[in-house]
């Protein structure tokens, strides 16, 4: 790791939460971007010491930015954006348009995320291959996870305010939605 870095951000996608790292050479006008370990970016000798680098993260290629803003003298600051939102807004956002569970199977730890626009679930990373059907209190979402069958149920809150209530079951035990 590099005395450089200047910024480090955590970035929950529905394939999992991406770490980002930035090193910016104020001297050497050196840019570097790290995802989850992997360097993705270099720039070295840049002139230009404010701007902006724009990468993609995760598997659907989601568009982010690091913005490089001089604050006073030899001081910057550094901003992640995801899909043109500051991170804090996207993440706010995020939280209205997926749900997420944490669980363990088998001794093995599983994220499995819900996009409730298109009902595309992932766990860990894959996107899982699921079997809708209608009932008479909403849908149900159908998957397995290694041999335990899932349900993801959708009902109406019954409010307006609150919308849709996503549920998952595994073996039939409801699982406590996380927050992000």
Request: hydrophobic share 35%; proline share 0%.
């Amino acid at each position: 790791m590099s005395n450089d870095l200047a910024g480090v951000w955590e970035v929950a996608l529905s394939d999992g939460v991406h770490r980002i790292e930035f090193e910016h050479g104020t001297t050497t006008g050196k840019r570097v971007i790290i995802i989850d370990g992997k360097e993705i970016l270099r720039r070295d000798w840049m002139f230009k010491l404010v701007g902006k680098e724009t990468f993609s993260v995760g598997k659907s290629e989601t568009k982010a930015t690091i913005n490089i803003d001089a604050v006073s003298g030899f001081a910057y600051e550094y901003t992640l954006e995801i899909n043109g939102k500051s991170l804090k807004q996207y993440m706010e956002n995020r939280s209205k348009v997926t749900s997420t569970w944490v669980l363990n199977l088998d001794g093995t730890d599983c994220r499995v995320v819900l996009e409730k626009d298109t009902m595309d679930v992932w766990c860990n990373g894959q996107n899982i291959e699921t079997a809708g059907e209608f009932v008479d209190d909403g849908t149900e979402t159908h998957f397995t996870l290694g041999d335990h069958n899932c349900c993801v149920k959708a009902v109406s809150s019954g409010k307006r305010r609150d919308g849709i209530i996503h549920t998952l079951l595994v073996d039939g035990t409801e699982i406590a939605e996380c927050t992000e």
